[in-house]
C-alpha cells in the first residue's frame, strides 16, 4: 500500500508554462506539507496545511499556490515556471504536532 | 531560523567500516529525527530522539541526542552497501514545522 503518493515523478516544461503536482496520502494525517529540494539535496519546507487549512507559508513566490481539497489532498500549482524552479518537490503528511513526517517519492521539476 | 549543521558532507568508506555523522546547532530542540534518502525516493524516518542523553539503537544504527539537547549523532556499525545514502537530521522548529540539515552522502564500497 502506498502511504504517501505524488503525480507526476518526472515533469519536464518550458518557462512560462503553468504546471501542477498533486500528491495523496492514505495514513489518515490531519497535516501535509510541500517541501523544495535542491540540487544540493537541501531540503526546504514550503508549505504546510492542517485539516485543509494553510498554516505554514514559508517565503514562496506567490507563483507557487497549494490546494488542500480534502485532508488526504494536497496540490501544488505553480503559474509562470522560472528555470530556478527546476528541483525535486516532495510532499509529506504527519498527525497534527507530531514532527515525524512520511514523504512521498517526489517530484523531479525540470524547467527549459 | 535554527540552523542543523551535519558533517561530514560526503563519506566513502569500505563495507565493514564503522562511521560516526554529526548534527549540531546552537538552539535547543524538543525532538530530533533521522532520515535516510535514497536516490530517486523520499526521506524515511530512521529515529526520533527526544530526551537528552537519550540513545537508541536500530540494529548497526545507534543514535545519541546531547544531554543540552542542541546535537545528535549516527553511529554505524559494519557498514553495508545497502546503507547507502543520504542522512538527514531534522529538528522541529513550531507546531508544525521542520528544519533540516543540508545531509550526509554516504557511499559503503562494497
Known amino acids: 500500500d502506498t502511504a504517501v503518493s505524488q503525480t507526476p515523478k518526472y515533469l519536464v516544461t518550458q518557462m512560462g508554462n503553468d504546471k501542477s503536482i498533486k500528491c495523496e496520502q492514505n495514513?489518515?494525517?490531519?497535516?501535509m506539507y510541500w517541501y523544495k529540494q535542491d540540487s544540493k539535496k537541501f531540503l526546504k519546507i514550503m508549505f504546510s496545511y492542517n485539516n485543509k487549512e494553510l498554516i505554514i507559508n514559508e517565503t514562496v513566490p506567490n507563483r507557487f499556490s497549494p490546494k488542500s481539497p480534502d485532508k488526504a489532498h494536497l496540490n501544488l500549482h505553480i503559474n509562470s515556471l522560472e528555470l530556478g524552479d527546476s528541483a525535486v518537490y516532495f510532499c509529506?503528511?504527519?498527525?497534527?504536532?507530531?514532527?515525524?513526517?512520511?514523504f512521498g517519492p517526489g517530484t523531479r521539476l525540470t524547467v527549459t | 531560523t535554527q540552523l542543523l549543521e551535519q558533517s561530514p558532507q560526503f563519506l566513502s568508506i569500505q563495507e565493514g567500516e564503522n562511521l560516526t555523522v554529526y548534527c549540531n546547532s546552537s538552539s535547543v530542540f524538543s525532538s530530533l529525527q533521522w532520515y535516510r534518502q535514497e536516490p530517486g525516493e523520499g526521506p524515511v524516518l530512521l529515529v526520533t530522539v527526544v530526551t537528552g542523553g537519550e540513545v537508541k539503537k536500530l540494529k548497526r544504527l545507534t543514535f545519541q541526542f546531547g544531554d543540552a539537547r542542541k546535537d545528535s549523532s549516527l553511529h554505524i556499525t559494519a557498514a553495508q552497501p545497502g546503507d547507502t545514502g543520504l542522512y538527514l537530521c531534522?529538528?522541529?522548529?513550531?507546531?508544525?514545522?521542520?528544519?533540516f540539515g543540508k545531509g550526509t552522502k554516504l557511499s559503503v564500497i562494497p
Open positions: 495514513l489518515g494525517h490531519d497535516t
Open positions: 531534522a529538528a522541529g522548529a513550531g507546531s508544525y514545522q521542520l528544519t
Open positions: 509529506a503528511s504527519s498527525h497534527p504536532r507530531v514532527y515525524e513526517q512520511y
